[in-house]
């Protein structure tokens, strides 16, 4: 896996939800507490719900590198890194959106497009990391 793809896709992929967030001038951490809340969902304290949120995102897009690293081809990896990682968002925020379950309420009470755009951000830098 290249690392460095991994590290820049995992800071840099958060930068539509979070340029969005402050254009907004709502709380750029909402969407790392939503995360968090998926891991610890009777928690409300912020600073444990920010701690799970980043492990969750670590784990994540690790698993996702991992897959993406092995599934992109060789030819255009940044466009279909891209399309994957609209695949991921598909995926990821159609569970967190149709799941009754409690623990998705504050995924799914995020603005979806800001979340979307991470997630193709994701998959374009993995892509752009190269073999």
């Known amino acids: 896996m290249d690392r460095s793809a991994l590290l820049r896709a995992m800071v840099l992929s958060g930068l539509p939800s979070t340029g969005w ?3 907004r001038r709502v709380d750029p951490l909402a969407a790392t507490r939503a995360a968090g809340s998926l891991v610890l969902p009777a928690e409300r304290r912020h600073v444990p719900l920010v701690a799970a949120g980043l492990t969750a995102h670590l784990a994540l897009s690790v698993g ?3 897959v993406l690293e092995a599934a992109l081809p060789a030819r255009r990896r940044v466009a279909w890194g891209a399309v994957a990682g609209l695949a991921i968002a598909a995926l990821d925020l159609g569970i967190a959106h149709t ?3 409690p623990r998705f309420a504050p995924v799914s009470e995020l603005p979806l497009w800001p979340q979307v755009a991470d997630h193709v951000a994701f998959g374009g ?3 752009f990391g190269g073999r």
């Open 64 to 66: 996702w590198a991992v």
């Open 99 to 101: 799941s009754p379950a």
């Open 125 to 127: 830098l993995i892509g």
């Open 21 to 23: 967030a402050l254009l």
